[in-house]
């Protein structure tokens, strides 16, 4: 099973960035993409953005369209997820998720995901 490791989160004022990491042990041309969501206490489990490794496609949450940035390096076998323009509700704990072998989409709801990392927290306060 694949390993899914985060790292990057912490503390940071509102209007500043943040940059998350999100490595893979091992990938496979069965799984397409790579999503980041967030969990916020006593809410739901919300959709970030995602990225598919071949083509490079995005999609993004509606509350972050325009503020992050999702990246790969396939050859780290990394994610990125480039947060800007942070906002004291951005605060939540991170994860990001590998899709099941041959989904084929939407990879916006996390059921379509199945290798899950342990999170990353993200605040911001001031």
């Known amino acids: 099973q694949v390993q899914v490791v985060e790292s990057g989160g912490g503390l940071v004022q509102p209007g500043g960035s943040l940059r998350l990491s999100c490595t893979l042990s091992?990938?496979?041309?069965?799984?397409?993409?790579v999503g980041w969501f967030r969990q916020a206490p006593e809410t739901e489990r919300e959709f970030v953005a995602t990225?598919?490794?071949?083509?490079?496609?995005?999609d993004y949450g509606d509350s972050v369209k325009g503020r992050f940035t999702i990246s790969r390096d396939a050859a780290k076998n990394t994610v990125y997820l480039q947060m800007s323009s942070l906002k004291p509700e951005d605060t939540a704990v991170y994860s990001c998720?590998?899709?099941?072998?041959?989904?084929?989409?939407?990879?916006?709801?996390?059921?379509?995901?199945?290798?899950w990392g342990q999170g990353t927290q993200v605040t911001v306060s001031s």
């Open positions: 990225i598919t490794w071949i083509t490079g496609d995005t």
């Open positions: 091992q990938r496979t041309f069965a799984s397409r993409a």
């Open positions: 998720a590998t899709s099941k072998l041959y989904y084929g989409g939407p990879f916006s709801v996390r059921t379509g995901y199945d290798s």
